[in-house]
């Protein structure tokens, strides 16, 4: 396993006890056939170097796009959330269909490192983080990585008709990635954990947390899926959908602090503007 941190102009990897300095962009990492051996060959004469202090979201080109109602908690969330619309039987459907529900989630300039602000809708009155791992596909298709991912999402809109779906979740920061991007030959365990804390005036007030079992669908499926009929020359990532879903009375608070982590890759952190 290797752990990449993107800092200002280079990257940082951790590998077998040693940290790092690697001259590699992130697009050139997305388009190598087999990103996991480019990264061993360079950082067995890699100078040391530090952790970045403040690092940058793990892309540079690549877009952001998002599975949905993975997880029967999911499916069960949105029935809810658009039951007064009628849409809840456009969520059962696709949470039992061989095609997924893949959408369009953000471009570069608009996902939120680790440590800044991401934000909630000025028009939205049900906004809640969705904690999601995040798959890192090359251009090949090719899934060589992880990350953290969140998926914020105006509930109210989304629920009063699908076709908002797009308001719901496109718009500047409505995304996060971090803290680090984790390369690996190996498939991340099933009881790989993803946990979520929300965090306002300093004490909690959710937590959740499931594990990556309980996503139905596999992950080269998906991956599958985003690449039919379509190209990524900088490759991509992919949000894989949430099973950690607040209660329907939560909504998010400018100043609230989210804390999601999953245990190889770390704990992104993101305040709300």
């Not at 993975?70 to 039987?89: I, N, Q």
């Not at 989630?105 to 906004?127: F, Q």
């Not at 900088?234 to 099973?243: A, E, F, S, V």
């Not at 209660?247 to 992104?268: C, K, Q």
Request: negative net charge; contains cysteine; hydrophobic residues 40%.
């Amino acid at each position: 396993m290797i752990l990449l941190h993107a800092a200002s102009d280079h990257l940082v990897a951790v590998s077998a006890g040693r940290t790092v300095r690697l001259d590699l962009t992130l697009d050139a990492l997305f388009v190598a056939a087999d990103p996991a051996a480019l990264l061993r060959s360079l950082i067995a004469a890699a100078p040391t170097a530090t952790l970045p202090a403040h690092p940058r979201a793990p892309l540079q080109s690549q877009e952001v796009w998002a599975a949905g109602v993975t997880y029967f908690r999911s499916m069960t969330a949105r029935k809810e959330e658009s039951k007064d619309s009628g849409g809840g039987t456009f969520y059962d459907r696709v949470y039992h269909a061989d095609r997924p529900e893949i959408f369009f989630k953000s471009t570069p300039h608009r996902v939120a490192a680790p440590g800044t602000p991401v934000r909630i809708r000025a028009d939205s009155k049900w906004n809640v983080p969705e904690p999601e791992l995040t798959l890192a596909i090359n251009s090949a298709g090719k899934i060589f990585g992880y990350t953290i991912g969140n998926d914020m999402s105006s509930r109210d809109i989304e629920g009063e008709n699908p076709l908002y779906l797009p308001q719901a979740k496109v718009y500047d920061r409505s995304a996060a990635l971090g803290p680090a991007l984790l390369v690996t030959d190996e498939p991340l365990p099933p009881t790989t954990e993803i946990s979520i804390e929300i965090r306002r005036a300093g004490a909690a007030v959710f937590s959740g947390a499931t594990t990556i079992s309980q996503i139905k669908r596999t992950f080269v499926s998906l991956a599958e899926f985003l690449f039919r009929d379509n190209s990524f020359p900088h490759g991509c990532y992919l949000m894989t959908g949430t099973g950690v879903v607040p209660p329907d009375n939560f909504t998010l608070h400018s100043g609230d602090e989210v804390r999601i982590t999953i245990a190889p890759i770390g704990t992104l952190i993101n305040s709300i503007a």
